[in-house]
């Protein structure tokens, strides 16, 4: 039995205004983006494949050249190429996993600052239940809008946040759980933005691992910036002596 970590670096990319040509292989601290997330699973030492899903020729090529630098630790690896959408990319990864595959993480690479930590309570997690993911409570007063979605004099409705919770990845799951799952989503015609919506939709039920950690996803320019002051804050931190 195997554990996969799929990676998915096919996103366009587009709110980056340009800053970059493709986010998961801009620099930060040292490293791509991309290859931040290989080496924390790495060093969490939790999977024994990973799943690449890559946008196009171009990329596969740079994504390649970027792997070739790192001590895999005889982790292999398999290249998936990706869909028009996450979800159809998470499927055609799920579909080509080698067997016999027992669990699966499916982890964005826009986010590179997710802990080997993290990784690691959730595999522990994840052998006790069947379907798990990093995430955190909600601290922002949350406020729901018309069905319309118009935001002009409107009566705003007032949401609980203490049963709010942010998702984060990685998600982990019991492989055929997530592939029958992602299944019934293409089936259905079904549109859903995280892992655990797909899980839902067939009646799966989801652990939350707290994550007290920033993993925070890199969606605009100013998003990379503050993951790079986060990688300085880092390293100053674990570079002071204590008295």
């Known amino acids: 039995m ?6 998915l670096a096919a996103g366009s990319g587009s709110r980056m205004q340009g800053s970059v040509v493709d986010k998961v292989l801009a620099p930060l601290n ?12 790495l060093a969490a030492a939790c999977v024994d494949q990973f799943t690449i ?6 990329q596969h090529s740079e994504l390649q050249q970027d ?3 790192i001590d895999l630790k005889g982790t292999t690896v398999t290249w998936v190429i990706g869909g028009k959408e996450r979800q159809d990319s998470v499927l055609n990864a799920l579909e080509q996993q080698p067997q016999p595959c027992q669990y699966v ?3 964005d690479c826009a986010r590179p600052l997710i ?10 997690a994840l052998k006790k239940d069947k379907a798990v993911v990093l995430a955190h409570p909600v601290a922002d007063t949350i406020k729901r809008i018309p069905a319309d979605k118009q935001t002009q004099n409107v009566l705003l409705e007032d949401l609980d946040r203490t049963r709010l919770w ?3 990845t990685p998600q982990g799951f019991e492989y055929a759980l997530i592939l029958e799952a992602y299944q019934h989503v293409k089936t259905e015609h079904l549109s859903i933005t995280d892992d655990t919506a797909a899980a839902a939709s067939i009646g799966i039920h989801s652990t939350l691992v707290h994550n007290p950690l920033p993993n925070p996803k890199i969606t605009t320019p100013k998003d990379l910036q503050f993951a790079e002051w986060l990688c300085q804050q880092s390293a100053h931190s674990k570079s002071v002596t204590p008295l």
């Open 53 to 58: 899903v890559y946008r196009d020729a171009s």
């Open 105 to 107: 993480y499916i982890h």
């Open 30 to 41: 040292g490293k791509t983006v991309f290859t931040h997330s290989i080496h924390a699973f």
């Open 2 to 7: 195997t554990t996969t970590a799929i990676l």
């Open 67 to 69: 792997l070739a630098s």
């Open 166 to 168: 942010a998702m984060e």
């Open 115 to 124: 802990s080997p930590d993290s990784i690691r309570q959730l595999d522990a």
